[in-house]
């Protein structure tokens, strides 16, 4: 198949899939999931995730001429401290909140630090425990 031809090939597919009402992403990874072998769910399960959040989507494997796959697999993107976050009203925090965010993400903030900004957030102190001493 030359060039032009796969490109003909390509565009029929793709106006074919436009045309299908309600197709979802979903629903092409399901086809292929289902169409899976033993052997491309061996192949999946070798992807290791590199200490990332990775997720193996089914069996979904891409071979060529190499010699290895292509998994598919999704990444968790953090939207915490971005334009995209999620946690307030206007989809961002304050460089205050995404800097006490890491400090508990990285376990470089005390339990008064903390209780202190959460305070000072709003969260009433009667939900700490008493404090050890």
């Not at 032009?4 to 565009?11: H, I, L, P, T």
């Not at 009402?21 to 629903?27: I, N, R, V, Y």
């Not at 796959?69 to 995404?98: C, M, P």
């Not at 709003?122 to 700490?128: I, L, R, S, T």
Request: aromatic share 10%; proline share 5%; glycine share 10%.
């Amino acid at each position: 198949m030359n060039i032009d031809e796969w490109e003909a090939r390509q565009g029929r597919m793709q106006a074919a899939l436009a045309g299908i009402e309600g197709l979802t992403l979903e629903d092409c990874l399901e086809f292929f999931e289902n169409k899976a072998t033993a052997r491309d769910e061996a192949i999946s399960d070798m992807a290791p995730a590199n200490g990332l959040e990775f997720a193996v989507q089914g069996s979904i494997i891409s071979e060529h001429g190499g010699n290895g796959a292509y998994v598919l697999g999704w990444r968790w993107v953090d939207f915490v401290g971005t334009q995209f976050d999620k946690t307030t009203e206007q989809g961002k925090l304050s460089f205050e909140s995404v800097a006490i965010w890491q400090a508990v993400r990285n376990n470089t903030i005390s339990p008064g630090d903390l209780k202190s900004f959460l305070i000072k957030a709003g969260m009433p102190p009667h939900v700490f425990p008493p404090d050890e001493g």
